[in-house]
């Protein structure tokens, strides 16, 4: 039917060749037939089409995979008829180059409807598919759907493609979504919310939709759930799942091992998966999946028989498209190498969908571009996820058609909420000031060899400047020292140390603010190396210490800076350190998002997030949701880009202006070295005047000018100038520090105590008759009892202020500096100012008492009252059902042996206790 792909070298050489804005917008006298011949036939034979000119004697039946040039129509002769096995499937209309072709598809439609002895019948339209083409930009139209919308290609179909796309019943597979709910007992109720939004955006003709889902709230079970019915419907058959690490890829592949079928299947035994080439290490153990790897024939010759998963990173399939040279510039020091991955020729046509995990991945947008263009050369679905969307996140996939937002996910308890600790470091807010003589540190950044020194003047660095122009040992001790109070309170409240994660502000080499930390945490914590472990990507088997922070008790302090900002699953985790800045919301809700998973192992019920900063991080996001859009930072231009537009009179004066601004830069950070490297081009390197001269220079001395702008060597020198040796300051001043609880307002928000505890009151004065339990507090206490505890602890974690008990007795610590108020002082206080707070323990002791004034009791019922004190501390209430169900009574004998000591009188007794708690006061 259809010949397979086959493009010749020189074909792969010019599909890749990338046309900038100046080849569209400075080729005016290209003509539409050099355009053709140029571009168009060559994109048309890359993608498997053989040009032959229109010859009238020969029938359609005799050609096969072939684009007839100027075919006729009755409406006119189309450029292009694309024919296979006898019959014409598309048109396509060329224009030269700087046309736009999107303005010109309407042409093409024209010349659908005059297609003579066509079997074909769309509703007027003769054919089913329609292109046009400027040899660059490339629109295409599916005809056979009146309500269908155009949209942009990287280059023409393959003939199997287009057979493929026409031999496929949209319809029928979205009757398949209405005719299966889905029903799959693993999911949660939002995760089939997900999926039918999915659905319905798809049954609806929608090629791009986002999924903007809260970190820890399952996306990827999510996904592989849909990705499942996407291929039991029939709609997709090839589908790529994107990440942008390599660890992300292996929790992809385990994701699609351990998902199980509503038949008890596992995915993997339904369709196949494969993913690029894994080291073992990035597998937990216990996984037993071994990943499949890709074959290259799947992606460079795609069949209507194959059906299949390919996990993978962006930047591998981005080197495979466009050449590693090509790829991403700069990785950090924790991304993934993909230098092995070769160059395919990979066909628009190789997925039918594709998923990008995490897409809000680009921040500036240079990369950002990057990740697009890789997207834009695919004719497929595109389903964005993140739980943190970006302006150019909603820009690309235009809608996002489910969202599950973090303050929902925390009432629907499936995630937990946080508290905010707010650290106080004169340090990192007003900056060190040293003074004359004043003996510091000094570190050679090269060699890492410390001395004394006393200054000579008196030097000034501002809080910016902490940690990466000097440091302050006594600020971050004191800090730590801080944060471990709260984890021994901690650990002494819960009986388990908090897993913690410390953000540091860099790991440079000899000067790390990491190792640093690293090195205080474990003097002050005192439990040896194992307890205390750095984690960036310059420490042996990074992934390994990931996992047994994950899963082992130690480390329980982990210090780190960017590598587990994102992607890494720590249910445990329950503190968050950030002693580095953050300026991106979308960082730092991703960084948040390590603590909100729930851990029912540990039974955890919140988290801390420690600001460092006084609370200006707090204060810095405090009005920015979790779906609040943030652009991407401006990526810098490039020198010769910048140059490039000079030269090209491009805007000439804001480009003058712009390289002044950054050679001004290069004169002030270079060192003396840089001078005599730049002699060889400006006059005694002095970079300052050429600066200050460039503007009047371009005007009177164009041509020289540029010759030395556009010499690739200087070019080069002006990113790669020698800068001086850095230098870095330990000073040994002390730092005042100190901490407090911050009270969290629901949506992000801080509330002051004040403003937190007279809210409370005023819901506490307004719903006694709401709410039964305040209504028994303050007016019917002898109906005092577990139920109504329940329901007022219940009632008031629903409220829209979040009157958690903890939240409650951390503000009345903060006002009244009353510790572990007890919930009926509160409720009662807020009632009338003149009750007094007391602690459960102080309630109870006074309950006792009443209780005990002027009576005696036998030793055995002594025993027994003791039990009854110790359960009430902690519950404030009792009923018969305890008796039974506890061990601290269930020990004694439980409900039967009680009672007989209390003379059949127990129950009547317990009554009175809960009364007594109810009323208590001292």
């Not at 340090?427 to 001395?451: A, P």
């Amino acid at each position: 039917m259809f010949r397979k792909y086959q493009a010749t070298t020189e074909d792969r050489k010019e599909l890749n060749e990338s046309v900038s804005y100046y080849d569209i917008t400075h080729m005016p006298h290209e003509t539409e037939q050099e355009t053709r011949k140029k571009r168009v036939d060559r994109k048309l034979k890359a993608a498997g089409w053989e040009i032959t000119k229109y010859d009238k004697l020969k029938p359609l039946s005799s050609y096969r995979s072939n684009a007839i040039e100027e075919y006729p129509t009755l409406t006119g002769p189309v450029d292009y008829a694309l024919v296979d096995n006898g019959q014409i499937i598309a048109l396509v209309e060329a224009k030269r180059l700087g046309i736009p072709p999107q303005s010109v598809l309407g042409q093409s439609q024209r010349y659908s409807m005059g297609v003579a002895s066509s079997p074909y019948d769309f509703e007027g339209s003769q054919v089913p598919f329609i292109y046009s083409t400027n040899g660059v930009i490339f629109w295409f139209q599916d005809l056979r759907k009146s309500d269908s919308r155009s949209r942009t290609l990287s280059g023409f179909h393959t003939p199997g493609a287009l057979r493929e796309m026409f031999e496929r019943d949209s319809y029928t597979c979205y009757n398949w979504f209405k005719d299966n709910p889905n029903t799959h007992q693993g999911l949660r109720p939002y995760q089939i919310e997900a999926n039918d939004a999915t659905e319905t955006a798809i049954s609806d003709g929608k090629r791009r939709m986002l999924l903007a889902m809260a970190t820890g709230t399952g996306k990827t079970y999510t996904i592989v759930s849909q990705i499942h019915r996407l291929m039991k419907s029939g709609f997709a058959k090839r589908i790529l799942f994107l990440v942008d690490r390599r660890a992300l890829a292996a929790q992809a592949v385990n994701a699609f091992a351990t998902f199980e079928t509503e038949r008890g299947l596992k995915f993997k035994e339904t369709f196949e998966v494969y993913s690029q080439a894994f080291q073992k290490g990035y597998f937990d153990e216990g996984d037993t999946f071994d990943p499949q790897t890709m074959p290259n024939k799947y992606l460079t010759d795609p069949g209507t028989g194959h059906a299949f998963v390919y996990v993978c990173t962006i930047q591998r399939m981005r080197a495979n498209l466009f050449g590693w040279q090509n790829s991403f510039e700069s990785p950090d020091q924790d991304s993934d190498d993909e230098s092995d991955a070769i160059r395919l020729d990979i066909p628009i046509h190789a997925f039918d969908v594709i998923i990008a995990d995490e897409c809000h991945r680009g921040y500036t947008t240079r990369e950002t571009s990057k990740w697009l263009e890789v997207l834009d050369h695919f004719d497929a679905v595109k389903i964005g996820l993140t739980a943190t969307p970006a302006t150019h996140t909603t820009a690309y996939f235009k809608e996002i058609v489910f969202r599950y937002e973090y303050e929902r996910a925390v009432r629907e308890g499936w995630l937990v909420d946080w508290d905010a600790v707010r650290i106080k470091s004169d340090v990192r807010i007003n900056g060190v000031f040293l003074k004359e003589g004043e003996t510091v540190g000094l570190i050679d950044t090269e060699t890492g060899l410390k001395s004394l020194d006393a200054l000579e003047d008196e030097r000034e660095f501002n809080s910016s400047e902490i940690e990466q122009k000097i440091t302050s040992p006594d600020s971050n001790k004191k800090i730590v020292e801080e944060i471990a109070k709260y984890a021994l309170s901690h650990e002494e409240k819960y009986k388990r140390f908090p897993k913690t994660l410390i953000f540091a502000a860099n790991d440079l080499q000899h000067t790390s603010h990491c190792d640093a930390l690293v090195n205080i945490c474990r003097d002050v914590f005192g439990r040896g190396d194992v307890f205390v472990q750095k984690i960036t990507g310059s420490v042996d088997r990074p992934l390994q210490r990931i996992r047994e922070f994950r899963n082992r008790p130690n480390p329980g302090v982990v210090v780190t800076r960017d590598m587990l900002t994102t992607g890494v699953d720590i249910p445990a985790l329950e503190f968050i350190v950030f002693l580095r800045p953050v300026k991106s919301r979308i960082l730092w809700e991703q960084m948040l998002g390590r603590g909100t998973r729930r851990c029912e192992e540990i039974n955890k019920t919140h988290f801390t997030v420690f600001d460092c900063f006084d609370g200006g991080l707090f204060n810095y996001f405090k009005n920015a949701t979790v779906f609040d859009p943030e652009p991407p930072a401006k990526s810098t231009r490039t020198y010769a880009e910048i140059i490039e537009d000079i030269y090209q009179n491009r805007d000439r004066k804001y480009n003058v202006k712009s390289l002044v601004k950054r050679l001004q830069r290069i004169d002030k950070g270079m060192s003396g070295d840089a001078r005599d490297e730049f002699a060889r081009f400006i006059p005694d390197g002095d970079m300052r005047s050429f600066a200050q001269d460039l503007p009047e220079r371009i005007e009177d001395d164009f041509v020289n000018v540029m010759k030395i702008l556009r010499n690739p060597e200087f070019q080069n020198l002006l990113v790669d100038y020698p800068r001086p040796k850095r230098g870095f300051i330990v000073t040994y001043g002390p730092d005042k520090v100190s901490s407090s609880w911050t009270l969290r307002r629901p949506g992000g928000d801080f509330w002051k105590p004040e403003d937190y505890l007279v809210a409370f009151s005023k819901y506490v004065k307004e719903n006694p008759e709401q709410v039964e339990a305040i209504e028994i507090l303050l007016q019917r206490p002898a109906d005092w009892n577990t139920e109504a505890l329940s329901e007022l602890r219940r009632e008031l974690a629903a409220t829209p202020e979040y009157f958690s008990e903890e939240t409650l007795q951390k503000a009345h610590k903060m006002e009244y500096n009353k510790e572990l108020a007890d919930i009926i002082s509160m409720i009662k206080h807020a009632a009338n100012e003149n009750e007094l707070l007391l602690n459960a323990e102080e309630r109870v002791n006074g309950a006792f008492e009443i209780l005990t004034a002027g009576k005696t009791f036998t030793e055995d019922q002594m025993k027994w009252l003791e039990r009854i004190r110790m359960h009430l501390i902690e519950n404030l209430s009792i009923d018969k059902a305890d008796f039974d169900s506890l061990p601290i009574f269930q020990r004694g004998g439980g409900w039967v042996t009680a009672d007989r000591v209390f003379d059949s009188n127990l129950e009547s007794f317990l009554h009175e206790v809960n009364t007594a708690v109810a009323t208590a006061a001292t």
